[in-house]
């Protein structure tokens, strides 16, 4: 499947897998359809590499500036000003990644919640959308956000992989979803791609979160398991089988949703 403006609104390409093929891992993108990247900050460093890479690939590439919840141990004032720098940079379309991760738990739950406050606070402050990650955090994660949804500009739960009740509640609140390659894994996707069909196409968008999460299934079967941004078709055409509904307008839908939510510059 080609399309040429296919959006990844998650890939990481600031890590450390990517840095003896990063060129050529863009020039792949591009060959398989994808107009725009995303590159996630998830930290001080890949949030300033994030931006460095936008700015040597403008219009092209795009940053989030943000500390995911793993390292919200990291989060001090010195830290967040520097975030808070970063996130009102022009090639900087989203806050985050932020959140809740309750399920390795690498910083204490105490410390995800305030570092989660403090980057909604920076949001809000610098009128750019959330980039949000959740997992096994629901029933902390969705009443914290609500305390800031009446003043953020916009917020996408990244890589949904929750339950239909966690998604309708997502919904209910005005979020968008970010799907991945999970939806195309047989063995834990079902729910998944069961659920998917839920999300109207005004709130449904689509990423790789590569290195992370290859989609199974792939043909020819990659050499390695790392992911990359060539691969979205393959999230784009399970989308479309879940919902039966046509690659073409399921392709066509999500590049317009993430134009729109992440306020793209035209001709981006």
Known sequence: MRHDCLIDIGANLAHDSFDTDRDAVLSRARAAGVGNIIVTGSCLTSTQQAIALAREHPGFLFATAGLHPHHASDLDDETLAALHSFATAGEVVATGEMGLDFFRDLSPRATQELAFHRQLEMAVAVGKPA?????????????????????????VVHCFTGTRQELHDYLDCGLHIGITGWICDERRGQGLKDCVRDIPPDRLMIETDAPYLLPRGLRPKPATRRNEPMYLPAVIAAVAASQDRPITQIAAETSATARAFFALPNGA
């Not at 949000?132 to 902390?140: G, I, K, M």
């Open 131 to 155: 980039f949000l990650h959740q997992r096994d955090a629901h029933a902390r994660f969705l009443p914290i956000l609500r305390e800031y949804l009446d003043r953020l500009p916009a917020a």
